[in-house]
């Protein structure tokens, strides 16, 4: 899920910035309101977290001419002011929930959770793919039960994957959407992502679960290769020679 946070309170936006992504959210961070309008301008977002004072274009006319042009995403208006004109202001300027600061981060999340909801990205209790196991609400992936550990952005795809199962992602949409502005990523980042979660994936015997489509870009592969796949390695392969098979096996997967 990628948020647009948008607040003129450099110390406190860095904070929320940092909580949301240890929370496994994409943040994109902006100090005022033209520099966040110009990112919309380029990206998508899930969710916009909109200051109401903000210079060069404030909260409210940002949240006008997003409404305008047709923009129908999630905005959580943030302000210090707790009077009803300014909330009634805000919500008939089209933002979809009022938050007064200083706010409780729980809080936060669980307003966030409900404008998802709303965006038809509900967290599901678990997402499925064969055997493979992700829970949005504990963060964690599994596969026949097994623990698998996963890093944030691997995570991320996962999630990604799960919520479009039969979508193709190239490499530049897996950059736009799980990527923040602020985190340019190095030549060959995604692939070198993609290398590592099928390497995790295979530790926890789940095999060819993601599937490169050449000249396109990745997905999941069908449950039913997925699945046949699996039942033919399970104790095919001497555990001294996992290693070797590990090595051949990204050589080939990197074509």
Not at 198 to 215: F, H, P, S
Request: aromatic content about 10%; proline content about 4%.
């Amino acid at each position: 899920m990628r948020i647009l946070l948008v607040d003129d309170d450099q110390t406190l936006a860095e904070v929320l910035s940092q909580y949301l992504t240890s929370q496994h959210y994409m943040v994109d961070l902006a100090h005022n309101g033209q520099a966040g309008w110009d990112l919309t301008e380029v990206f998508e977002y899930d969710v916009i977290l909109l200051d109401v004072m903000l210079p060069d274009l404030d909260g409210i006319s940002f949240c006008q001419q997003l409404r305008a042009k047709g923009d129908r995403t999630p905005v959580l208006m943030l302000t210090a002011h707790d009077s009803s004109t300014n909330k009634v202001t805000g919500l008939d300027a089209g933002a979809d929930d009022y938050l007064v600061k200083p706010y409780n981060f729980d809080e936060l999340l669980a307003r966030i959770r409900a404008l998802l909801r709303r965006g038809n990205l509900a967290f599901t209790p678990m997402m499925e793919w064969g055997n493979l196991r992700l829970n949005p609400s504990s963060y964690e992936v599994t596969y026949h039960g097994q623990l698998l550990r996963a890093t944030s952005k691997e995570y991320a795809i996962l999630e990604l994957f799960l919520r479009n199962p039969y979508r193709i992602f190239s490499s530049d949409a897996l950059l736009d959407r799980l990527w923040s502005f602020d985190e340019p990523p190095l030549k060959n980042t995604v692939r070198a992502h993609i290398k590592s979660l099928r390497r995790k994936l295979r530790e926890v015997g789940a095999e060819d679960l993601i599937e490169t489509v050449y000249g396109l870009g990745y997905r999941l592969r069908e449950i039913s290769t997925a699945t046949a796949n699996d039942s033919q390695k399970p104790g095919q392969i001497p555990a001294e020679l996992i290693p070797i098979w590990n090595k051949s096996y990204d050589q080939y997967s990197d074509r």
